[in-house]
């Protein structure tokens, strides 16, 4: 395969757009067709063209330890990352089948607690969890549906197939990016889509905005107020905020617009106090209501709580939902699926040890070099090991730290990611990529055509996040056939 | 409407308004300093002066100085980058209630503005940098008054552009004032120049000859500037449009009395022996009186309810 006047190689790797003998996937032919035909100038004009449009359009994110420059500017590589439509059919429905499953199971932990009873989940795994919220017991959420919006992490292996790594149930982020990087490549590239049936990413807005009225206390009659809560103007997904409640056309609101009086919320507004329905709040589980969870929150609202548990507003998604996306509850999923639903896992979890498990952390001990341990409850990466990339002291540390608390730990293969073509310098590499899809979840359950793509920017790194210098592509979902 | 959405979007419309205001009189002042000989006593101070600061600057380099005072200094509350920065923050904090464009606009012109604002002090490229800021200004109060529905946020936008506005006319029509104590020579000589320059700085030389006198004369153009009710950038139409606004919104009673108040300032027709120490008086008042009604706003809107 060749793009411009260099040779474009995935050898060894499962690269999304082309495949081991070089030539272009059939979903992905005419894209590929479209960059081989240009020179590296012209590629780099057209980066630079995506580039000045973010800046232009705003588009930017924030890093924490940048002090008070609270902008860059959001990286988007040029070229797309195609999937087949048919393919991507399998998966959607492999997400709702999760997802669903998941509510179901956290309904019954702070219900009933059936399957703990069951014993297909150990009851101590619950108990021990810092993400298992006492206050939230015997709490009927509508629908039953406590996690309404999941971001779920998906990645190829060399295989070519598609895992799901992790579940973000608590607040996951990602999806104005989604929706910008298709604004961006259309107005840069607006002669491909002639020629490609890419399925629209831009009816979320109105999905999130039905799903967050679906879920309206019942008392609240045909036309809810809905809000989302933000932390504020610091917080890394500010941008993200203001972008969905304007596009939902609802109130952006801070803790400090919002009261409980009586279990009933209200904002406070130029008229005086209006009643709100539901909240889409962007802050975590703790900080939410200072009377219940960390008494230092400033972000909180006193009584939220109260006026949840009483039925007067809904919290999307509900306090408690994280119990779910504990990565040793991740290794349960298969079980959970089969329990509730009597169904086999559509999408394969990645291979996971549970160190809680004495066979498991023997092999894990034996071999520890070959694989990515990783801590219970962190996210982000943090306290992680890559078993082959690191040293021999470092996997000592490890063994020791896997004895000292072995429910803490959960160890997994080392997965070699997919590619995609990437513009390097003025030249198209293959760098390692994953995808997070959203799924939505109230009276009914929706997913994204696609989701966001993150990018690897640096030669062979795993390492996706934008806080890190990764990237990231538009994600096509292409009709079959094109 | 929430009542901290409701202050940002107030601050939008003052700073919007500001900078553009600001980069108008720098603009026109520039043009009219280019006119008059020094005899005519009339410097880059009194330019500083309008935005009622006062603070020396370094006499060697003065326009320098002043100039980067006044246009890119991102510390100078004076300053035209301040504005507008100050405007882009806002309207990022209100981008749920505001045009998508307007954000992307305004985000252009704060990169514009960091940018080519410094080269503006030193002259050359001042006219067409300052011409650029006063066209954006102009684009995103566009977007504005042709996409947005005349609901609250609408309203808060209008208000606190138009006490800006009043705001700023008044400023300049007291440092104009002091043109009617100047010597009779030169009046005669530049009079005609002075007072074109103070109707340009606030775009309104066009208005003032297609409706007023043929005679651009000082009492003239400050009558016009005070009291004419169809110029949008006199100070009467700006409290009239303020007026009408404040009708739209709740509890508004306290700021329609208030706005009263400040159309009663200066008594129209003007007296016929004003002078420029007595229009200087007046304007004193009126810009208290505007500072109360601001007051006003934020007591009824702003303040959180308990």
Known sequence: ?482 | MLSRAAERIYWVGRYLERAENTARIVQQYSQLLLDLPPEVGVGWHELVEIFGVDRTFDARDQERAILEFLLSDADSGSSLLYSINMARENIRNSRDLLPQEAWENINELYQHARRSLERAADGESRFEVLSDCIGRCQQINGIFSGTMSHTSPYHFLTLGQNLERADMTSRIIDVAAAYLQQNERLVLRYGSTLWTNVLKSVSGFQMYRQYCQPQVEGIAVISFLLHDRQFPRAVSACVETAKQTATALPKCEPLIRSLSGVAETVPSPLPGDLDGAAVSDFMDVLQKRLGDSHVVVVDSWFLPAA
């Open chain 1, 1 to 482: 395969m060749k793009f411009g006047p260099k040779t474009y190689s995935a050898t060894g790797l499962y690269d999304e757009l082309v495949d081991s003998n070089g030539n272009a996937r059939p979903h992905a032919r005419r894209l590929v067709d479209y960059f081989s035909g240009m020179e590296p100038g012209e590629l780099l004009d057209r980066q630079h063209a995506v580039d000045s449009t973010i800046v232009d359009m705003g588009i930017c994110f924030t890093i924490y330890s940048e002090g008070d420059n609270i902008d860059r500017a959001w990286p988007l590589d040029i070229i797309p990352r195609a999937m087949p439509g048919s393919e991507w059919d399998h998966v959607e429905s492999g997400l709702k089948q999760r997802l669903i499953a998941l509510n179901l199971f956290i309904d019954d932990l702070y219900n009933e607690r059936r399957i703990l009873k069951d014993k297909v989940v150990p009851a101590e795994l619950i108990d021990s969890s810092r993400n298992y919220l006492a206050p939230c017991r015997g709490a009927k959420p509508r629908h039953g549906v406590w996690a309404h919006i999941c971001g779920s992490d998906l990645v190829r292996d060399h295989d070519g197939v598609i895992y799901v790594l992790e579940d973000n149930l608590r607040v996951p982020s990602g999806v104005s990016y989604m929706l910008e990087n298709r604004n961006v490549i259309k107005r840069v590239f607006p002669s491909i889509f002639r020629n490609h049936r890419v399925r629209p990413v831009n009816e979320y807005p109105s999905a999130l905005n039905a799903m967050l009225r679906s879920i309206a206390p019942e008392s609240a009659g045909d036309n809810p107020e809905v809000v989302v809560l933000t932390p504020g103007v610091y917080n890394s997904a500010y941008f993200e905020h203001t972008y969905l409640a304007r596009t939902m056309g609802v109130e952006l609101v801070e803790g400090s617009d919002l009261l409980v009086d009586d279990d009933v919320v209200y904002m406070r507004t130029i008229d005086g106090l209006k009643r709100v329905d539901t909240i889409y709040r962007r802050i975590d589980d703790t900080f939410i209501d200072p009377e219940v969870f960390r008494p230092d929150s400033m972000l909180g609202i006193p009584g939220l709580m109260r006026a949840w548990r009483a039925g007067n507003v809904a919290l999307a998604n509900a306090p408690g939902s994280g119990v779910a996306d504990d990565k040793v509850i991740y290794s349960y999923v298969p079980d959970i699926i089969r329990y509730y639903m009597g169904e086999d896992e559509i999408i394969p979890n990645v291979p996971t040890w549970r160190c809680s498990d004495t066979k498991h952390l023997d092999h894990v001990l034996a071999n520890i070099a070959d694989l990515v341990v990783k801590p219970a409850n962190e996210s982000g990466g943090y306290g992680m090991l890559v078993g082959p990339h690191a040293s021999k002291a470092e996997h000592d540390k490890f063994r020791e730290l896997l004895r000292a608390d072995p429910r803490n730990y959960i160890a997994q293969p080392t997965l070699s990611l997919s590619t995609a073509p990437t513009l390097c310098d003025d030249m198209l590499e293959p760098r390692h990529l994953d995808l997070r899809p959203f799924i939505l979840q109230g009276s009914q359950i929706s997913v994204t055509a696609g989701g966001l793509t993150r990018v690897a920017m640096v030669k062979g790194s795993l390492v996706v996040n934008s806080s890190q210098g990764g990237g990231s592509k538009d994600t096509w979902i292409v009709e079959d056939g094109d």
